[in-house]
């Protein structure tokens, strides 16, 4: 599925420009080093991490985008450096687990 | 977007999970870090000759070992403390600038940080190995036209650095802190 169709269904809101690319699985995480070890190319990101290291690791992984949940907001700098990388950032305001359950219902392995 | 699949060369293997642990020597004021695989990080102060090394502070961090998947050999990266991207570089500072750069052809800036030696004088990460960290993660990138390039600490940023900047989770429990 790609991940603009995801965003659609699970009502996400994009923070940043849209990057749209196909979501390989999901990997929930606050922890910068966790995601460095463990995350894989494609997965989308689920966090409450809104500083400038998440985008630095989802970059390197390759990831295709970060959802921010429980209403955390990036700041401007933050987003501009995600759109350089061409990291798409959404946010919702539930939190990992409702989120996880929502990607989970929408066919999300 | 263009996508190929190809068996990667190398792979992260014997990852293991610690903390980075910060200190300082009182007298001469020199600072260094290392890798602690202790479920806690040690706090305690300790002498070592004639310095007097008082904890600063630490960050959950992993180590790894990379693995050729061809030949079996297993490249050991102990002297890594971290990446630093270039994006979470000051401003003013060169690596941002190059950085900054080198996006906008689609190639994205880490430097390797290194551990301190154990006077707390910095260290290189050898370009060997920097062309195996560079290898292990290009591997991983779907999009070709999409590159990593991973430095050796040639800029000096030890110098000007701080831990939060590293890709380890210092501060953890600061989440409501963005940029």
Known sequence: MMLQELAQKLDLKLVTAPFDREVGGVYISDMVSDVIANAKAGDLLVTVQIHSNVIAAANLLDLCGIVVTQDKQPGDDVIRLAEKAEIPIYSTALNRWQMATRLYEAGIR | ?179
């Open chain 2, 1 to 179: 977007m263009s996508s190929e699949s190809r068996a990667p060369q190398y792979e992260m293997v014997n990852v293991r999970a610690g903390h980075v642990v910060i200190e300082h020597d009182v007298r001469s004021r020199a600072v260094r870090s290392w890798f602690s695989a202790e479920p806690v990080a040690p706090v305690e102060e300790y002498w070592e000759g004639r310095r007097l090394w008082r904890h600063w502070g630490a960050a959950q961090s992993f180590q790894f070992d990379v693995r050729d998947t061809a030949s079996g050999e297993v490249i050991p990266f102990r002297e890594l403390l971290g990446l630093m991207w270039y994006g979470c570089c000051r401003e003013d500072s060169p690596v941002r600038r190059i950085g900054e750069l080198a996006q906008e052809q689609r190639v994205s800036i880490y430097v390797a940080i290194t551990y301190e030696t154990a006077d707390g004088e910095p260290t290189q990460l050898p370009r060997e190995k920097a062309a195996v960290l560079n290898r292990l993660f290009n591997d991983r990138v779907r999009d070709r036209s999409k590159k990593i390039l991973i430095l050796p600490d040639l800029f000096g940023l030890y110098r000007e650095m701080s831990y939060g900047q590293i890709m380890i989770d210092f501060g953890l429990t600061a989440i409501d802190e963005g940029g």
